[in-house]
């Protein structure tokens, strides 16, 4: 059966300092790869999504990057975090032709 | 502007009874709708999904979806405690790779 895991699973970080968030998925080949936001009192936002190693689209425009180095491997970066980037991230996989994604447990981050 | 629409709630409804949530979209072209449970502090769990018009049932879960109203329902029959979380309604965007999700709407089952 097919497992997704992240870590880490909260995260404190001060203003200004790098991130990297990283999720993996077993037991499938060549997944749809997302990151999503969920922030306090908003829903889910749709960062990126992957649909091979290397390729990347970005939904919007931010200081967040993804790198997709291996077919189960997401990467959810920053150079310099914002008070803004606080917020539930979640990565999420899809293989079905219906594209039904299944969530990982998240990582939890605050900015301060 | 591709939208979801859900009543925030909370949707009270006492042990036994019938939930009934409810979402509209905006994008007609949309091929695949979802529905999600979330409870508080964790990740979002798929429950069902539905493509076809008409109804899908899971156990005590219903799914109806009406293309022409651009309407999606979830029911839960013999709503139980456990049932109460959040749940969000998700709707396939662009080119079948990205779900738009509704804000969600918050459900409480009384006992």
């Known amino acids: 059966s097919q497992t997704i895991h992240q870590w880490p699973a909260t995260l404190v970080q001060p203003v200004g300092s790098p991130l990297s968030l990283e999720c993996t998925v077993e037991g499938t080949s060549n997944p749809n790869l997302y990151w999503y936001r969920q922030a306090a009192g908003r829903g889910l936002q749709l960062l990126f999504y992957s649909v091979g190693i290397g390729q990347i689209s970005s939904e919007v425009p931010q200081n967040l990057s993804a790198s997709r180095p291996q077919d189960r491997q997401f990467i959810l970066s920053s150079k310099k975090l914002l008070l803004s980037d606080s917020g539930f991230y979640l990565c999420?996989?899809?293989?079905?032709?219906?594209?039904?994604?299944?969530f990982g447990p998240g990582t939890r981050l605050t900015v301060l | 502007q591709k939208e979801v629409e859900q009543n925030s709630g909370p949707l009270s409804v006492p042990e036994g009874a019938i939930a009934s949530l409810n979402c509209t979209y905006s994008?007609?072209?949309?091929?695949?709708f979802f529905w999600y449970r979330q409870y508080s502090g964790k990740s979002p769990e798929l429950i069902m999904f539905?493509?076809?018009?008409g109804d899908k049932e899971d156990g005590r879960f219903t799914a109806q979806l009406n293309k022409a109203s651009q309407y999606v329902s979830l029911l839960i029959r013999d709503s139980q405690p456990s049932d109460s979380a959040t749940y969000l309604c998700?709707?396939?965007?662009?080119?079948?790779?990205?779900?738009?999700f509704g804000k969600g709407t918050t459900l409480s089952v009384s006992s």
């Open positions: 994008d007609r072209g949309s091929q695949s």
């Open positions: 999420a996989w899809a293989t079905g032709v219906y594209n039904e994604q299944f």
């Open positions: 539905i493509y076809s018009n």
């Open positions: 998700a709707v396939n965007g662009r080119a079948g790779t990205a779900l738009i």
